[in-house]
């Protein structure tokens, strides 16, 4: 089984087109964001297959949006470049309504591609760094928090957040994660196979891995699942971890996961 | 040909020596900051020779400096740490004259020399951290940077910074940076052969790499030019990708690109 969590929709987007765009013979859900709209349409008129994550950005960031997309049906919110960084305690009102309501949030986090329209501007990928989901994750651990990209090119830092709350997970999509060499993959998943160096050898930390989630971002899902089982071969991880990052992290996150195993 | 971009002149400097001193049979010519009279001093003597920078700190940084440097016949402009974050909007009114006045701004970036006189003072290195350019390089898309010492030690934010921002450019000047082990090289300037982890081979990433620019800072030619052609042997630089480090890119910058080029 397949959970996507990061698929879009555009506005000219046709929904059937874009579901087909994402369909895979193992996928279960999908997570849409985008246009607001067109997310509703396919939740709407696919609600085995469709999860909407409400859109918030720079031009839409009031806390009653969230009550509105959670009375729309939607189950989760998506964050992106937003005016103060993420951690900025005038977003608390959306992270405790997020919370009430049991929405994950996916975040935009690391570097956002250049656009045109950001001359005289104030984006910066340091309000979006994923070490900002630290202060998000202790005031509200009810919350499930997801950062997107691992925090291109903060891994480390996003690593390092991803183990130590057991509310943050982080997917693997974007356009540098999968351009990677294995020696840095190495450097970001392995950890010492005893305590105070008494070896040198070095074990996969389980801990951290089991904290990615399957997302696509623009691609197909079999695009990113090569991707992902290229990752999980090479480094062994076992079928427990893989079913967590497939399907098991995000099943649980939506409150599906008995529902799915019952499949 | 070379360019060095990074020169310095001092109050107590002879500009004659100076000029001896930076000398190289290759060279096109010496970008100098430092004292703003004696560099201002060395381009009206060497016009052919040296490229003035005109220096903003932290006790002098107003933007109507811009206009002065660029009446003056300064070419760009050289920041060190100033009281704010290098991102900070206060800025933006000196970012947005350079850009208008094509004059390429050279930031310190990384850690910041400690010096007398920053007692009780607001300095920080963090407020020079490469990761600062991002909200400069997406605010003002014409105007032409480089981030010096390669963000030092936060190379591979610079690195990022430079894949990501077609008009940001690190020189790698600087002890620190020239004395970063092999290994850490490696880790900086490569990537997967493949994407998706299709394959374990790791080749350099020019993308990368093509966005560095010369300087040799207090060193003479000669010494720097060592240090970078070990590091072009050792990689395994492309022609063209040394041919950008050494002049090419900052010919770009001062749009003197065909004029060097019909030499």
Redesign the interface.
């Known amino acids: 089984m397949i959970i996507n969590i990061h698929a879009h929709i555009h506005a000219s987007d046709d929904v059937d087109a874009k579901l087909e765009h994402y369909d895979h013979p193992d996928l279960v859900r999908t997570c849409l964001s985008g246009d607001n709209e067109k997310v509703k349409e396919a939740f709407t008129r696919y609600p085995d297959k469709v999860i909407g994550l409400g859109f918030l950005s720079r031009e839409a960031s009031h806390p009653r949006l969230v009550d509105r997309y959670h009375e729309e049906g939607f189950q989760g919110l998506k964050m992106i470049d937003l005016p103060e960084a993420y951690d900025s305690p005038i977003y608390y009102p959306i992270y405790e309504k997020a919370e009430k309501y049991k929405m994950p949030i996916l975040f935009h986090t690391g570097h956002l591609a250049v656009r045109e329209n950001q001359r005289r501007g104030v984006t910066s990928h340091l309000k979006m760094r994923p070490g900002c989901l630290d202060a998000i994750a202790r005031a509200f651990p009810g919350l499930y928090l997801i950062g997107a990209h691992l925090g291109n090119p903060w891994y480390e830092e996003a690593c390092g957040v991803a183990f130590k709350h057991k509310n943050v997970y982080f997917d693997l999509c974007g356009g540098t994660v999968h351009l990677l060499p294995y020696s840095r993959f190495k450097h970001l998943f392995m950890t010492s196979k005893e305590g105070n160096l008494r070896s040198l050898d070095e074990v996969l930390d389980e801990r951290l891995v089991s904290k990615f989630v399957f997302g696509t971002d623009g691609p197909a899902v079999a695009h990113l699942l090569e991707f992902y089982e290229n990752l999980f071969d090479i480094f062994d991880f076992r079928p427990e971890i893989r079913e967590k990052i497939l399907w098991r992290n995000l099943a649980m996150m939506f409150g599906i996961e008995k529902e799915l195993e019952a499949k | 040909m070379i360019i060095n971009v990074h020169g310095h002149i001092r109050t107590a400097d002879d500009v004659d020596a100076q000029m001896e001193h930076y000398h190289h049979p290759d060279l096109v010519h010496t970008w100098f900051a430092g004292d703003n009279a004696k560099v201002k001093e060395a381009f009206t003597k060497y016009a052919d020779k040296a490229v003035g920078l005109g220096v903003l700190t932290e006790e002098a940084w107003h933007p109507r400096l811009i206009d002065q440097y660029h009446d003056e016949g300064f070419k760009g402009v050289k920041i060190f740490a100033l009281p704010e974050a290098f991102?900070s909007?206060t800025y933006?009114p000196i970012y947005?004259k350079a850009e208008r006045y094509e004059m390429p701004i050279m930031f310190h970036t990384g850690f910041f020399e400690l010096r007398p006189g920053q007692e009780r003072g607001v300095i920080s290195s963090l407020k020079t951290r490469p990761?600062?350019l991002?909200?400069i390089?997406?605010?003002?898309?014409d105007l032409f940077i480089i981030g010096a010492h390669l963000g030092i030690p936060w190379c591979?934010?610079a690195?990022?910074m430079a894949v990501?921002?077609k008009n940001i450019y690190f020189d790698l000047q600087g002890h620190p940076v020239r004395s970063l082990p092999y290994s850490r090289l490696?880790?900086l300037f490569?990537?997967?052969k493949q994407?998706?982890?299709?394959s374990?081979d790791?080749v350099v990433n020019e993308r990368i790499v093509s966005k560095f620019v010369f300087g040799t800072g207090n060193f003479r030619v000669a010494e720097a030019l060592e240090y970078h052609e070990k590091l072009f042997d050792t990689f395994d630089f492309s022609q063209e990708v040394r041919e950008k480090i050494l002049w090419r890119n900052a010919a770009v910058m001062l749009g003197i690109e065909k004029e060097l080029e019909a030499k």
Not at chain 2, 195 to 198: D, E, I, K, M
């Open positions: 991102d909007p933006y947005e990761g600062c991002d909200a390089a997406r605010a003002f898309p591979e934010e690195c990022y990501h921002h490696k880790h490569m990537t997967s994407w998706g982890l299709r374990l790791e």
